[in-house]
């Protein structure tokens, strides 16, 4: 069973920074693409970033591009998304995604970021 966990959300003023990490466990194959979601307080959600394991190759949303990055640990099965230059948009519910089906990430604004299976979610929290 595929599974994933968040964590390290929390409050942060404008400007500060904050790491998420997803934890993964159960996957069948180590050729997958990993996805980072937010979702809004009025449900709106957002595709952020994208990695594919083979190759670590990424892919940003235009609203992150620049202030977020993602990373991988393959040793410790776990994703990171560190973000930098908070701002008040930038709060919600983060998910991270996996996807086996999916196993390169959109090289532009169209195209499909990995939504397989998918994290229980950590709030984020960015105070004006």
């Known amino acids: 069973e595929v599974r994933l966990v968040e964590s390290g959300g929390g409050v942060v003023q404008t400007g500060g920074s904050l790491r998420l990490s997803c934890v993964g466990s159960g996957f069948p194959s180590d050729e997958y693409t990993i996805g980072w979601f937010r979702e809004d307080a009025e449900g709106v959600r957002e595709a952020l970033s994208c990695l594919s394991s083979p190759d670590r190759r990424t892919t940003y949303g235009s609203s992150v591009k620049g202030r977020f990055t993602v990373s991988l640990d393959g040793a410790k099965n776990t994703v990171y998304l560190q973000m930098n230059n908070l701002r008040p948009e930038d709060s919600g519910v983060y998910y991270c995604?996996?996807?086996?089906?999916?196993?390169?990430?959109?090289?532009?604004?169209?195209?499909?970021?990995?939504?397989?299976?998918w994290g229980q979610g950590t709030q984020v929290t960015v105070s004006s």
């Open positions: 995604t996996a996807d086996f089906d999916i196993r390169i990430c959109p090289q532009g604004p169209l195209g499909n970021y990995p939504d397989e299976y």
